[in-house]
């Protein structure tokens, strides 16, 4: 089945504990992003990838890092995670950066305390 | 700053009824505009989209509006179940700069009552 997944689902950690969300997809897509999704404002896109080795800021990096040292897996990473970063976040993928459609993971609720 | 904008923030409607959202955009160079629905516990999916070129588009119960000189769009779902309760997103994108780069509106929580 074609799917993007992330791990873990849900994660309850402590300011300044580091932290890794992976997220992988299986349909062999060339572009994967990272968004987070907070009430009232929608989703927004935190970095983005367009191949192996190529990422870039979205429109609220700070706090968060990712690689992309493979095409399947796209790791969001928290070095020093905030009480303002507890929120929902998926990742994404498209087929390459001009395709239109972009499948979304199931999300990872995060607590920061 | 909000680049689209998007009304009701939420929305109750009668089981067979029209359900309106809608979407106001800023960036003229916005060339694609998505609806993505997303279930509790669910990641966003796309349910139907337009381009410029058109005004309307339907698929099914779902059709999108769209008015480029008012710069808005808007998702109308006829019919509406109880099936159709979740959160509804518009978006869009600039296609020729920013390869799949979606810019996404606040988000409308709709509840169809039985």
């Known amino acids: 089945e074609a799917q993007v997944t992330q791990n873990p689902r849900y994660l309850i950690t402590v300011t300044g504990k580091k932290l890794t969300v992976t997220c992988s997809q299986n349909?062999?897509?060339?572009?994967m992003s990272w968004y987070r999704q907070d009430p009232g404002l929608g989703l927004r896109q935190i970095y983005y990838?367009?191949?192996?080795?190529?990422?870039d800021k979205g429109d609220v990096p700070e706090g968060y890092k990712v690689s992309r040292k493979e095409k399947r897996n796209f790791p969001l990473i928290l070095e020093s995670p905030s009480p303002n970063q507890t929120s929902l976040y998926f990742c994404?993928?498209?087929?390459?950066?001009?395709?239109?459609?972009?499948?979304f993971g199931p999300g990872t609720r995060l607590t920061v305390l | 700053q909000q680049q689209v904008k998007q009304s009701p923030q939420s929305l109750i409607v009668q089981k067979g009824g029209i359900s309106i959202i809608n979407c106001a955009y800023e960036?003229?160079?916005?060339?694609?505009f998505p609806w993505y629905q997303q279930f509790p516990g669910k990641g966003p999916a796309l349910l139907i989209a337009?381009?410029?070129?058109?005004s309307e588009k339907k698929e099914g119960r779902f059709t999108i509006s769209f008015n480029k000189s008012a710069k808005q769009f808007s998702l109308h779902i006829m019919d509406s179940q109880p099936g159709d309760s979740a959160t509804y997103f518009c978006?869009?994108?600039?296609?020729?700069?920013?390869?799949?780069?979606?810019?996404f509106g606040e988000g409308t929580q709709l509840t169809v009552n039985p």
């Open positions: 994404a993928s498209s087929l390459w950066e001009g395709t239109d459609t972009q499948y």
């Open positions: 349909m062999n897509h060339e572009y």
């Open positions: 990838s367009m191949n192996v080795e190529v990422t």
């Open positions: 960036n003229t160079a916005f060339d694609y």
């Open positions: 337009i381009r410029p070129d058109v």
């Open positions: 978006a869009a994108k600039r296609g020729e700069t920013s390869g799949s780069r979606l810019t």
